[in-house]
């Protein structure tokens, strides 16, 4: 079987773990859950880093079952850390060199070809310490990829850097999963990192897989995600045009098409849109005259009260599912009920950029 | 300067180089182990490590004698090439230096380890480097400050050192005769312009030896930061 299949159990001070899950082999997988819920004990356990019983095999070679338990260093894994990955004795390019003269072939990518992908040139003979956090982190993801990986392992790779530092980076990151085809393993307890980077998640809780699946069906599926206050759908879809004179672009997801300010990206490109629950209203009927541009038919699929006084109601649109968060008011007065047929109204879609 | 002066300065500069290397080659490895070892008794070996530190010179070196001397397994070792004792003579005063220096070498060298800490060793470990290939080229490295200071200090206390050489080595001109065994007879002799001299040269020489590595560790540590 191709991609990761791991599973793993075992207590580490005062800590117990007992996982299962499965990745790709292509595409972001995130583990995602709160701090404390193991993510990074998942991560490093299949790095080999820590030692849990269980099991572990990549593409079926098998790194870790009863038997066998193949050293860190023999696996064929890209490692990015929070922080402070780098070698500080070594310059930058020293740094990249260093992942590169262990891999032996240039399989994945070469060293150009990663100083480009990562925009590192301009500081590749300076010495790490004079390095911001996110050029740091790019050098970081450098160095993994360089060392020829068939599997990149990304333990909160954003979580030192600030906001503009987390906005500088990104790019980088959706650059990474666009252009090489390995599989990425990425901890996070950033939802918006998982909406933008993710295409399946597992989702941990207390040393423990709570649920896992495709993005859009974790982020809907699992009541805490659903009920969180920043809610949101994320749907893959295409750009289908550009119209100049309005300045909107329209983008094509299913059978449903969005309209959204700007230029989104070139036509026919992959993107993502992201539709927050808070930002989606129902009418029972087409509305005539409104300023939403985003009028969706749409089926109740579930309606679930969430605090005092809001519902969130589950809709399908053709294929995908989005949300909806209203005031139950709202769902007595219309009448609502399962089944339903009504129209969403989609006050704000974003573009999350680039991802596909 | 008086010509009786060249044979223990010779001497000394010999003895101090020679257990400097001996204690890179054998206090690096017990460093290294200290410092990542995660065995309960480790902190025995590290006070036995250490014991030279509390422990008085001649009760050392008394101890030195018994192992060095024609009974102990030293006298064993010098038969091997027909010798009678290793006490008293040069090899027996450089193994005297090592274990009476030891400490001085490992405790920065272990300092120097552990503030690498796990990181860049687990990273090295995912970029494909083996157990050897991290030591020699993150570990030693990232640690070569402390070693240097280690080592700056290794010869410099073997430079001064006066009661272990006393007791093992026995005050034998040319052979075991030392600086500071040198300096006590000049004294002792009321030799006073001898030993301004040889003490004048000391204060100079060691001023240098510490000037000079902390400029040195000063720039590697810039390097490493």
Redesign the interface.
Known sequence: MSGLRARFTGEQGGFSLDVAFEAPAGGVTALFGPSGAGKTSVLRAV???ERFSGECRLDGLVWQDETHFV?????A???V?QE??????LTVRANLA??LK??GAASVITFDDAVDLLGVAAFLDR?P?TLSGGERQRVALG??LL?QPKLL?LDEPMSALDTAAKQEIFPYFEALRRSVALPILLVTHDIGEVERLADQVVLLKAGAVAGSGPLNEVLLGEAAIRGAREAAAVLSGRIAGYAADDGLSEIAVGAVRFLVAGRAGETGAAVRVRVAARDVSLAVERPSATTILNVLPATIAAIEEVGDAEAIVTLRLGDDTMLARITRRSVRQLGLKVGQAVFAQVKGVSVLAGAG | MPSDLLSPILLTIALATITTLVLLLVGVPIAWGLSRWRWAGKEAVAAVVALPLVLPPTVLGFYLLLLLGPSGPGGVLASLWGGRTLAFSFPGLVMGSVIYSLPFMVQPARNAFEAIGA??L??????????W??FF??AL??ARAGILSGAVLSFAHTVGEFGVVLMIGGNIPGNTKTLSLAMYDYVESLDWGTAHVLAAGMVIFSFLVIAATMLFERRLRR???
């Open positions: 790095a080999g880093l050293p860190p260093h023999e696996r894994i890209g490692y850390f402070a990955g780098l070698f500080p004795h260093f992942g262990r891999a010495d310490a160095l993994a060392s392992l | 990181r860049p687990e990273a090295a470990a995912t970029l494909r480097a083996g157990p290939d991290r080229s993150v490295p990232l390097i490493a930061a």
